[in-house]
């Protein structure tokens, strides 16, 4: 099954999961403010890539009511549900593609653990997202940490579980990709996170956890993510969260 179909199929059981109401209370509280931390989309030409069905899109909107947003996704039935969540526009393209993206350099860019999806051609998936924001605008990302001190663990566990396409996802090193987006971004800002609610509450698709649970869990584990966000370093972390910008050199230009 390519990422087409397999996006294409678990698309209800991904948004009943991960969009859940404790879903949104955890990226409300921990994503989010992280995600868009010193950047106002507010009067800006925004692009979500990854853009699944809209919920975050949504979201962002929630909080920057007057931006210009619009979807890009591999997954058509993700598009044609952006567009009916969202009233907005969305056009299919895999990122991976070398063919030029269909649309318009945007202000900012902001995707939400798509990049990881990307792995087996990082350099073609870079020179894309560059093409798709101005020189001086931003890319905002939250992608999988392959720091993280139970990466292996995760490894094993992406080759063995159904929900997950091995050959086409992987965590990442946020420092890595930045040397390989040089020249093109410069890395403005990084913040590692991810404590039991991470599993148990936002990635409770993976974790079997039924989503009628949730409330009961987060009420336990919220508060001890409060404080497990405060260690130090980014090895005790499942996830992080970036702002490039885009460089406005000539060397910059894809």
């Known amino acids: ?21 404790q879903a949104l209370r955890y990226r409300r509280k921990y994503i989010y403010p992280h995600l868009f931390e010193g950047v106002s989309l507010d009067g800006a030409r925004v692009l979500e890539l990854a853009c699944g069905s809209g ?11 007057n931006m210009a947003v619009s979807g890009l996704d591999i997954s058509p039935r993700s598009c044609e549900a952006y567009r009916r969540n969202t009233r907005r526009e969305a056009a299919v393209f895999d990122l991976t593609d070398p063919q030029a993206p269909p649309i318009a ?17 990082l350099p073609t998936t870079f020179d894309n997202v560059a093409k798709l924001i101005r020189p001086g605008g931003t890319l905002l990302m939250v992608e999988p940490n392959a720091g993280f001190i139970l990466n292996a663990i995760r490894n094993y566990w992406y080759r063995k579980d159904r929900w997950f ?21 410069a890395a403005e800002k990084v913040t590692y996170l991810g404590g039991p609610v ?40 499942p996830t992080c969260i970036a702002r490039w910008e885009r460089d406005t050199a000539p060397g910059g230009e894809v």
Do not use: W
């Not at 390519?2 to 059981?13: F, K, V």
């Not at 919920?55 to 009511?65: D, K």
């Not at 202000?107 to 051609?121: A, K, N, P, S, Y």
């Not at 396409?165 to 971004?185: N, S």
């Open 165 to 185: 396409q091995e050959e086409d996802e992987a965590p990442l090193v946020h420092d890595d990709i930045a040397a390989l987006a040089a020249g093109k971004f």
């Open 1 to 21: 099954m390519n990422q087409t179909e397999h996006y294409d199929t678990i698309l209800d059981a991904y948004e009943r999961h991960y969009y859940d109401e």
């Open 55 to 65: 919920l975050n899109t949504l979201e962002a909107l929630r909080l920057f009511p």
């Open 198 to 237: 991470y599993f148990l509450v936002l990635n409770s698709l993976i974790t079997r956890i039924p989503v009628g649970a949730k409330a009961f869990l987060a009420a336990a584990t919220f508060v001890v993510d409060d404080v497990y966000n405060r260690i130090p370093g980014q090895r005790s972390f």
């Open 105 to 121: 350099p945007a202000d900012h860019v902001f995707i939400v653990g798509g990049l990881h999806h990307c792995v087996h051609d």
